[in-house]
Every structure is written in structure tokens, then in C-alpha cells.
């Protein structure tokens, strides 16, 4: 098969990867998607580098066994771990990663208080604060670590919403709500709770995720590689997850449709 027509593989600690896919068929209806969520190893954000970078090259070897010809990493946490590593043991392969959009959040922003809610690992790897270096002198950037969410969504209780808010209350209860200008969904299970979160905050604040960007970078690779399938192709997902429960895999369909 020529490259072009093979498929994408995207993978995350778990669903909320799924936030991602999501983005990437919208954008891209003509790909061929192979969704992997590594339920039965979730959460990941409180696993050590190595731990996590283990399990990453074993879902590549996944992909690879699949032929892929791209991955996209559509998790943060397994991006500050393992993508570096693994983007030079696979060198030929284009591996598109995730990272916190505090870019978009803070670039040309004086005196804002930006809040970065994402995985305990994330905000103390290497990777997050060489990015929040360059923008925390005119700013403040408040780290805040949210394992329990990710739970939540892997637990089908997103829809419950004493479960949500008593959590996102909790996060945010030492903060003055009014002078928070920006929030970070710095993990891909997070987008699942932009609403909550907006009606939490009670007020006009910015909620920026980085799935738009890492879509409008794989489209790009692609693109550059002439490796786009052609627009009369049809399109597809398959999931795939680790855990044996096969409840995982319906939940996974009910949040692309979410
Ligand atoms: N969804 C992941 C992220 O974007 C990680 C969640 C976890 O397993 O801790 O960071």
C-alpha cells in the first residue's frame, strides 16, 4: 500500500484522547484513524517517566505492527515523557505530540493570571517549564495538578455533575475567580469539561486546549509529505484499548459523538 492511504495512529493514556480524534476527523473526514487508549494503564500523570515511556514504545510497536504512517501522541503527559525518546528510536516515523497551549494563552499578555490545569507529571517535567519560562515575567501562571479528573472521565462520571463540580470547586477554591483571565486545558481529558468549567468560573474567561493545534500540525506533515489521502476517499475510525473491559470501547464512542 502507498503510504498515503495508510492509516493514522492516535493514542493516549486513555479516553481522553478521544477529545483529539474528534478534531482530527472533523478536519480530516478522508483519513484512516486507529484510536488506541491505554485504559488498563490509566492514569498516567502520576506514573514515572520511565513507566510511561515504557508503555508508549509498546503502543507504537502496535502501530507499527498496523502500519501506520503517522502517530499522533494526543496526550501531554506521554509527550513530556517519552516524546523525545521515542522520536529518535523512530526516526522515519512522524510523531506529532501535545503540549500545553499556554502559547496561545499568554503570547502578547501582560499582567494576566493564567491557570494551567494538567497532570502532576506534565507541570513538573523539563518540557513544561522551559515553555512557562517565556511568559511567567509579565504574567501569573498558577501550575494546578488535576489527577482525579482524569479519573473521572475513565469512571463514565462525566455526566454527573455533583461528582464534576464538587471536584472543580474544590481545585479552585483557594483562587480569586475574578482575576483569572485565562484557563489551559493542558490534558486531553480536560476538553470533556470546558462547560463545566466556564460555568464554574462564572465569568468571561478564556478556555484554550491544544487540540486545534496539534490537528493543524499533522495536517501540515502530511501535507508536506504528500501523504494526505485524496477527498473522494472514505474515511474511518477503529478503537482499540488496552483494558479487557469492553465498556471502555463503548464509553470511547459515546465521547467522539459527545
Ligand atoms: N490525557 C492525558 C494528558 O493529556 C493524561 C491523563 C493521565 O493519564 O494522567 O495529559
Redesign the pocket.
Known amino acids: 500500500m502507498d503510504n498515503k492511504n495508510k492509516a493514522i495512529g492516535v493514542f ?3 479516553l ?2 478521544v477529545s483529539v480524534l474528534k478534531e482530527l476527523v472533523k478536519s480530516m473526514p478522508n483519513e484512516k484513524f486507529i484510536y488506541f487508549g491505554d485504559s488498563a494503564n ?5 506514573k514515572t517517566k520511565e513507566e510511561i515511556t515504557k508503555r508508549c514504545e509498546e503502543i507504537i510497536e502496535f502501530f507499527l505492527e498496523k502500519d501506520v504512517k503517522a502517530i499522533v501522541i494526543a ?4 509527550t513530556s515523557a517519552a516524546a523525545k525518546f521515542l522520536r529518535e528510536k523512530y526516526p522515519y516515523l512522524p510523531i506529532i505530540g ?1 503540549e500545553p497551549a499556554l502559547k496561545v494563552a499568554a503570547d502578547g499578555k501582560i499582567n494576566n493570571t493564567i491557570v494551567v490545569m ?2 502532576p507529571l ?1 507541570l513538573r517535567e523539563e518540557k513544561f517549564n522551559n515553555l512557562m519560562s517565556q511568559y511567567d515575567d509579565n504574567n501569573v501562571i498558577i501550575k494546578m495538578p488535576c ?1 482525579e479528573l ?1 479519573n473521572i472521565v475513565e469512571n463514565d462520571l462525566l455526566d454527573d455533575e455533583k461528582v464534576v463540580e464538587a471536584q472543580l470547586t474544590n481545585y479552585y477554591k483557594g483562587l480569586d475567580m475574578e482575576k483569572i483571565n485565562s484557563v489551559v486545558l ?4 480536560f476538553v470533556f469539561y470546558r462547560n463545566y468549567i466556564e460555568r464554574i468560573l462564572n465569568h468571561n474567561i478564556n478556555i484554550v486546549d491544544g487540540n486545534k493545534g496539534t490537528t493543524n500540525h499533522l495536517k501540515e506533515v502530511l501535507k508536506e509529505r504528500n501523504e494526505l489521502r485524496d477527498e473522494n476517499e472514505k474515511g474511518s475510525v477503529n478503537i482499540y484499548n488496552s483494558s479487557k473491559d469492553k465498556r471502555f470501547i463503548e464509553l470511547s464512542k459515546k465521547l467522539l459523538n459527545r
Open positions: 493516549d493514556s486513555g481522553g484522547g490509566a492514569p498516567y500523570g502520576i496526550c501531554n503527559t506521554a501535545m494538567a497532570t506534565t489527577p482524569v493542558g490534558c486531553t481529558h
